[in-house]
T-cell receptor, first 113, second 111 residues
């Protein structure tokens, strides 16, 4: 399984600001996935980050709010823009294993005041 | 209609007993099925995956799949307090690397 490192692990932010979350994988992967887990909820896919092309966003998520970069095959960033308290969540970076399973980073716990 | 459904629980099981976790899915094209365990404050970790109808055993864990009934379950034998966590069911389709997750079942093992 891949080793996935995320940072920051947690942060407290003010309303209206933006935060960029970084995800580093120890091997080259074609696709990286960004999920959100709101308090007490399950995981919701935000977008799929492909190297060399624009990210593919799921219904309800837009690039202006969640811009994603994928500069190479081992790294991606997710920015949460113009944050509101509703953005308080855990943000998870993930990659696919050989059997289609997902492996997750440790997550970035974001609290917006 | 939710694509992947689980009983939210909480499910309480005595230590040493069998815990049974259930999941139903709506897309008949679903091909791969995964069970994750998530401890509070941690990210999900993969427990098992199953692709074919029937049972698949791994230690104390058994995954059961019935595609005709669109049903997948996870049995945990000899439940331990360390099994207390939220269990997430996830499903994807052939050729699609995106997983759809259920809402999770919170399991508590009572010593």
């Amino acid at each position: 399984s891949a080793v996935i490192s995320q940072k920051p692990s947690r942060d407290i932010c003010q309303r209206g600001t933006s935060l960029t979350i970084q995800c580093q994988v120890d091997s080259q992967v074609t696709m990286m996935f960004w999920y959100r887990q709101q308090p007490g909820q399950s995981l919701t896919l935000i977008a799929t980050a492909n190297q060399g092309s624009e990210a593919t966003y799921e219904s309800g998520f837009v690039i202006d709010k969640f811009p994603i970069s994928r500069p190479n095959l081992t790294f991606s960033t997710l920015t949460v823009s113009n944050m509101s308290p509703e953005d308080s969540s855990i943000y998870l970076c993930s990659v696919t294993g050989a059997g289609g399973e997902l492996f997750f980073g440790e997550g970035s716990r974001l609290t917006v005041l | 209609q939710k694509e992947v459904e689980q009983n939210s629980g909480p499910l309480s099981v005595p230590e040493g007993a069998i815990a049974s976790l259930n999941c139903t899915y709506s897309d008949r094209g679903s091909q791969s099925f995964f069970w994750y365990r998530q401890y509070s404050g941690k990210s999900p970790e993969l427990i098992m995956f199953i692709y074919s109808n029937g049972d698949k055993e791994d230690g104390r864990f058994t995954a059961q799949l019935n595609k005709a009934s669109q049903y997948v379950s996870l049995l945990i034998r000899d439940s331990q307090p360390s099994d207390s966590a939220t269990y997430l069911c996830a499903v994807n389709n052939f050729g699609n690397e995106k997983l759809t997750f259920g809402t999770g079942t919170r399991l508590t093992i009572i010593p």
